[in-house]
């Protein structure tokens, strides 16, 4: 039998995890998320247990999972919730449940409910939004970050800091800005959300907006813009031009700029960003 490892030992192997950009702990083992076939990855679903005399719903190249050697509860047995939606199951409940939120408040309560995005499964905290809870100015960004799963905000971490610096460069601040996402958990390892994540948290997203009542709802990086924007075209395209979103019974303008973590990483984009800034500030 193997030498048990030492502490160092482990203690050394989370380093090398986290170096290589393991920081969030999701499962005991390895599982193959692409045979999961139409259930989005991190929803809920009941992995066949190893005595499982039948496969449940899986196809049958899926891995079966081995469960940590714990009694059986209905806790360690079925993740979360009994029943795993399809992205349209999701979306047709989250648009129901969105649309009786009379407030922000209620549709925070209602989305603490919502089992219908698999990210929640993984996340820490809810990140519902930061800043003004009617503006002028919306911001949408990609996805909660390490930072941003721990603390419950959207937009608090590095890149959030600069977002602010960039708010502030044209006269705004926390309280004339409404900040989030168009997801509302961190995805696992900070991969981007999936089109059935972001499907599944839309009908949210799109009743936030109506009860924010923005004049101009900024997209901030390819995968918001994409998302928000129902198109393809990558940031690069898609960023500094006005067009408009219909939400509810209103159209509002709308534009994509870059995100800040890409501006971390290329500081000489800025100035294209201080384009559309100034953009957004004539506009306002
Ligand atoms: N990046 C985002 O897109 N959103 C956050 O909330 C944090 C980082």
Redesign the pocket.
């Known amino acids: 039998m193997d030498k048990p490892a030492s502490r160092e030992e482990m203690l050394a192997l989370l380093d090398w995890f986290q170096a290589m950009g393991a920081d969030a702990a999701v499962d005991e083992t390895s599982c193959d998320w692409l045979a999961r076939g139409p259930t989005p990855p991190g929803a809920a679903y009941a992995w066949p247990r190893p005595d499982d005399a039948q496969p449940l719903t899986q196809p049958e190249s899926a891995p079966t999972r081995r469960l940590p050697a714990q009694s059986p509860t209905a806790e360690t047995t079925r993740p979360r919730a009994a029943t795993p939606l399809g992205a349209s199951e999701a979306e047709t409940g989250a648009r129901r449940i969105a649309r009786e939120a009379g407030s922000l408040e209620a549709l925070e309560a209602a989305l603490k409910t919502f089992d219908g995005c698999g990210l929640k499964a993984t996340a820490t905290k809810l990140?519902f939004y930061r800043g003004a809870p009617t503006a002028d100015l919306m911001i949408v960004?990609?996805?909660?970050?390490r930072?941003?799963d721990l603390e419950g905000?959207?937009?608090?971490?590095r890149?959030?800091h600069l977002l602010d610096k960039m708010l502030a460069a044209i006269g705004l601040g926390e309280t004339s800005v409404h900040?989030?996402?168009i997801v509302y958990w961190r995805p696992p390892g900070n991969r981007t959300p999936t089109p059935q994540e972001a499907l599944a948290c839309r009908p949210f997203l799109e009743r936030q907006i109506e009860l924010v009542s923005p004049k101009i709802v900024v997209a901030?990086?390819g995968?918001?813009a994409k998302e928000l924007f129902g198109v393809a075209e990558g940031i690069m395209r898609l960023r500094g031009k006005w067009r408009e979103i219909a939400i509810g019974q209103r159209k509002i303008q709308a534009i994509a700029t870059l995100?800040?973590?890409y501006l971390l990483r290329t500081p000489a984009a800025k100035n294209l960003v201080w384009q559309d800034l100034l953009q957004i500030r004539s506009k306002l």
């Open positions: 990140c960004g990609e996805a909660p970050g930072d941003e905000k959207p937009f608090i971490g890149a959030g900040i989030t996402n901030v990086g995968s918001a995100h800040p973590a």
